[in-house]
């Protein structure tokens, strides 16, 4: 049976950090046996919002492929490339243009967000509010059935699914499927400060950190304020350094927990111990990354061979797309 057709993407805007990690890539990575998986790095998206400022791209662009590599993504598995290598991205999403109503890039709820968020950059442009559009050609020129996708994901991929209901209606074609999200149960690992691990609160714990950094971020993160002397009792459920045990440390939560509602174990200590988890977890992929951050060529290599992969099977759906279209001679 042939496999079903998984896509995602994520845009080259720094390092890969552990809730990028938990939230998406290992999701991702244990799909790449069932699926027919394609996985890229979205730099043109990135343009969308960080048009102004593309000194940092190409090596951003690097940076990621290592990241997925580091993390398991496998080129021998999936196709992992590059959008602005694969251009009938573009030209699927120029037909698009053409056809998607304003009103549906006007009520994305992740449009009338970011507008009033990043007030620090003028995203009232055309590429902005396009880049819905942008997405589903991401999505439909691979014909993908799936995409993993968190929460904050969902209504771009039904502006996905609506251009594609469009399109094949409009010429009489069923070109394209109406992918579905694969929604993860993604473990939630908060930042070392308690708050959503985001690049912009400074509160991440990245692949690219050395373990020395990783033992300082932990051995500084912010527990139960009430406890201050070590026979305290604590509260687990607010401590940041427990939410990390569930994930690191899980066959040790019932007795750390139960240790730190008694004041039997010193935040001081109990950190340590985490740290320790989180060191085999993280130092192997940060070391992982680092070596393939050696060879540059190679992971051109790897980057520049799944781009030449996606394209035949773009171009594959771009005929079916032209043809439908009666574009061209
Ligand atoms: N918009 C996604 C993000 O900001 C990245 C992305 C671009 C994507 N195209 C995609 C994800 C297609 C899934 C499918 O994270
Ligand atoms: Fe958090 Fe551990 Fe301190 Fe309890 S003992 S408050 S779980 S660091």
Redesign the pocket.
Known sequence: MQKKIV?????PTGNIHLGNYFGAIENWVSLQDTYECNF?I?DW?ALTTGYADTQDLKKNTISLIADFVACGLDPEKSTLFL?SSVKQHAELFLLFAMNTPLSWLERCPTYKDQLANLSDRDITTYGFLG?PA??AA??LVYRADF?P?GED?IP?LEITREIARRFNFLYSKEVFPEPLPLLTKAKVLPGTDGRKMSKSYGNTIALADTPDEVKKKVMSMITDPARIRKDDPGHPEICTVFAFHKIFNEAQVPEIEEQCRGGCIGCVACKRIMQEKIAVFHTPIHEKRQSLLENETHLRDIIEEGSRKASIKAEATMEMVRDAVRIGL
């Open positions: 896509l995602s993407g994520s845009r890229f979205a998206h959008q880049y942008l997405q991401d999505i995409v996708v994901q771009h």
